[in-house]
């Protein structure tokens, strides 16, 4: 929160947005298709500048920035919606203090052939921001993808454009949890004394816990894999940026050249893991006078984030604990690829070890799952909690799911 507060300021102090912006709302969203085009476009209540452009990851997307906004569309309260031709869904969020952002996630690689404003066809209508988008191989698409790389006109479009060293997930009803099922597909990690892969008991554990999660109203969940196969270390990163997390958790079974040994620990980010993170984050920062504050909110940031992930592990143990024995000093930390992102509050759970008979009976056990994965969700309540942002029951819709 303080990070938070002491970019808000300079963001405010650098940033400049006019009065008559105040009033300024987005009206509606819609699509237009010919053939292999698709045109886009988000009707305002102003004239705005606005800048659009796509980025590669976990999904192909369009994003659209513009200035501060307010979201007024008629029947998309939560400023989510379904596309059209190559537009999948799009969401709407507050991406700073003072800019807005639409992201659009396209149903096939595209690139934008023309982006333009258009004033009110009639005398009080809307004024229309105009994106049209074309088809292209995914080979096109990543190469033309990427920021713009103009000079940055504030801290906020450097944080935008560089490494969002300062991310702050939209307001929303639900917490947004990452899960991510260790291994799988070709890589099946740890065998068990009885022939248990432990790709398969982490993908168990995972939809436990997505259900268990889903099941209290309070958070949306998204699987990095919900079958058997292997996302790459980078994808498995990339999902908690994609869907701008609140929280990430790894899930892997341990193994042993001592079958005595037993129990679960949390590992966070070490020291080495954490200069990686850093590097990550710098590399795509232009070197102009704004460097050094980048570099200023990355080691921010980082040290938040770190500090954020700690403080999860240490909650997350006390509830663990109750659930199961504990491996000795189980609060650990790592050089591990999965708890990279250097702006999620991220932890990987060892929920056993897969050499122990004990540990691989519970752990290919439905009743132990259920029971070690409730813990799991009290300690991630109780984290949300201890920050003061615990969310409210948001009913008891089934929460849509990402999965690979």
């Known amino acids: 929160m303080r990070i938070r507060l ?70 998309l309260t939560t400023g989510e919606g379904m596309g059209h031709g190559l537009v999948d869904t799009f969401r709407f969020f507050n991406n700073s203090t003072s800019s807005s952002r639409v992201v659009f996630e396209l149903e096939h690689p595209a690139v934008i052939v023309d982006q333009f404003a258009l004033d009110p066809s009639d005398p009080g209508g809307n004024h229309r921001l105009v994106i049209d988008v074309e088809r292209v191989t995914a080979e096109t698409f990543e190469s033309s993808s990427g920021f713009s790389h103009t000079r940055a006109e504030s801290l906020d479009s450097l944080i935008a454009e560089r490494v969002e060293a300062v991310y702050v997930p939209p307001e929303r009803e639900r917490r947004v949890i990452v899960v991510d099922a260790g291994h799988g597909g070709s890589d099946p990690g740890s065998i068990g004394r009885s022939g248990t892969h432990e790709s398969d008991v982490t993908l168990e554990a995972a939809r436990e816990l997505r259900r268990q999660l889903e099941a209290t109203g309070r958070y949306e969940v998204f699987m990095t894999r919900e079958r058997d196969v292997y996302p790459s270390w980078g994808e498995r990163v990339a999902v908690m940026a994609d869907v701008r997390a609140d929280l990430f958790i790894s899930l892997h079974a341990d193994s042993s050249g001592n079958s005595g040994v037993r129990g679960a620990a949390v590992y966070t980010l070490n020291d080495t893991a954490e200069n990686r993170a850093r590097q990550r984050a710098r590399q795509d920062a232009d070197h102009t006078m704004q460097v050094d504050v980048n570099n200023i909110l990355v080691e921010l940031e980082l040290r938040e984030k770190r500090n954020q992930s700690s403080a999860f592990a240490e909650v997350l143990l006390q509830h663990l604990g109750s659930a199961g024995p504990l491996l000795a000093n189980p609060h650990r930390q790592a050089n591990l690829f999965v708890l990279l992102d250097p702006r999620v509050p991220a932890v990987l759970l060892e929920m056993g070890f897969l050499t122990n008979a004990t540990d691989e009976s519970n752990l290919t056990s439905a009743s132990a799952r259920r029971t070690q994965m409730s813990a799991v969700v009290r300690g991630i309540d109780s984290y949300f909690a201890q920050r003061g942002d615990d969310v409210q029951f948001a009913g008891s819709d089934t929460v849509a799911t990402r999965t690979r």
């Open 6 to 75: 002491f970019v808000s300021a300079i963001a405010g102090f650098l940033s400049f947005v006019g009065a008559s912006l105040a009033d300024q709302e987005i009206r509606d969203v819609r699509f237009g298709v010919d053939g292999e085009r698709t045109r886009v476009v988000i009707e305002t209540a102003e004239p705005a500048d606005f800048r659009a452009f796509t980025l590669d990851g976990f999904s192909d997307r369009l994003v659209v920035d513009m200035p501060d906004m307010r979201w007024s569309v008629s029947g």
